[in-house]
């Protein structure tokens, strides 16, 4: 069994925890929070399990890292303290552990990521023997591994798009959800995460990750973006009022140009509420889902829903987010140490002893 410590219980972590737990290889040793509220709390009561795991929260990074875990999820947020998140990330990498991570979005795509970035964990991997392996959802398979094998079906290919289309009322992320995407901001709000070129920091690795897997040279990344307002005030269950005229949905793309075409396309459609820019694209049920779609010949479209925590869509992206790191820490054990990226990584079969057994 891989002793695995789960760092963070946030979204990301809370479903860690769970896949970890049902994962027939791994072992959770222990959780590591930043929350003093949470210190003490039992793993299983952490991630929504309903029982005991025996394993209790703790804030002591350096004795955790001193036992030697093989393996780490590190799912604290590295939106608002990525400099935190690197350091934390290269001080379990050089205790020699296996790290699996979403929240380093320039590392999606290492081999261009700055070097301020990516020295430091190569100099963690030298010393320490450990590893590094950043991905997720939306960045992550919705915009790697599951178009490159979607384009492997079709005879010819024209472009390929990669959606992402949600209800931001379900994100459990207030603060996410109004200062860094901006709804129920007003217009002339600048949100951080659809300010120019942090788009492309933060999926252009997928589009680059895409046109090698894909052989073809990009002629550069462009961006393009659309918000639109609220027509009435309306009222979500967990964040309260946005008012009218504030920010209700957001669309930008991230353009992959080939010969002065977009030919790879990473794209967003965001709303606070299904009544704001009806036009755009819309997820079967008006909810939430990831879909690519293949121009070409034949033209493919595959849209994947997922859902978790009682039917919610966002904890059911977080969820294959988890299955996807979690999944892969037992390729990289047996791996060398080393700096990978998703077309390293494989996404597998669940492994044997996963298929029927008791939900955790």
């Not at 931001?168 to 995407?181: E, I, K």
Request: charged share 20%; aromatic share 4%; proline share 8%.
């Amino acid at each position: 069994m891989t002793s695995t410590i789960v760092w963070g219980t946030g979204n990301i972590g809370r479903a860690a925890i769970r896949a970890v737990e049902a994962h027939p290889t791994l072992k959770l040793a222990a959780v590591l929070v930043h929350d003093p509220a949470k210190i003490g709390r039992d793993a299983g009561d952490l991630a929504g399990l309903g029982h005991d795991l025996g394993v209790t929260a703790t804030g002591d990074v350096d004795a955790v890292l001193a036992a030697r875990p093989r393996a780490v999820v590190y799912a604290a947020s590295g939106d608002l303290r990525p400099d935190d998140a690197l350091a934390d990330i290269v001080k379990a990498v050089r205790a020699g552990a296996v790290v699996v991570t979403p929240s380093l979005y320039a590392l999606y795509d290492q081999r261009n990521a700055p070097p301020e970035l990516r020295e430091p964990v190569l100099a963690a991997i030298a010393g320490g023997g450990g590893s590094l392996f950043v991905s997720g959802v939306d960045p992550g398979w919705g915009n790697d591994v599951l178009p490159l094998l979607l384009s492997g079906l079709a005879t010819t290919v024209d472009t390929i798009r990669c959606q992402e289309i949600f209800d931001y009322s379900t994100y459990d992320q207030p603060d996410a959800v109004r200062h860094l995407v901006g709804m129920g901001h007003p217009l002339d709000y600048e949100p951080p995460m659809i300010a120019p070129t942090v788009p492309s920091m933060v999926w252009g690795g997928q589009v680059r990750l895409m046109a090698r897997a894909l052989g073809v040279e990009l002629d550069e990344i462009r961006e393009t973006l659309d918000r639109r307002p609220l027509d009435s005030t309306v009222t979500t269950r967990s964040m309260g009022d946005f008012e009218a005229g504030t920010q209700g949905a957001v669309r930008f793309e991230v353009q992959g140009v080939v010969d002065g075409v977009p030919r790879i396309v990473v794209e967003h459609v965001t709303r606070i509420h299904p009544s704001c820019a009806p036009d755009w694209p819309v997820a079967p049920d008006g909810v939430g889902a990831h879909r690519v779609i293949i121009e070409g010949r034949p033209r493919i479209e595959v849209t994947v829903e997922a859902a978790d925590e009682d039917g919610n869509r966002s904890a059911g992206g977080n969820a294959t987010a988890a299955g996807r790191l979690v999944g892969a820490i037992d390729w990289l054990v047996a791996a060398e140490p080393g700096l990978y990226d998703a077309l390293d990584v494989p996404l597998r079969p669940a492994p044997a002893g996963k298929l029927g057994r008791r939900r955790p």
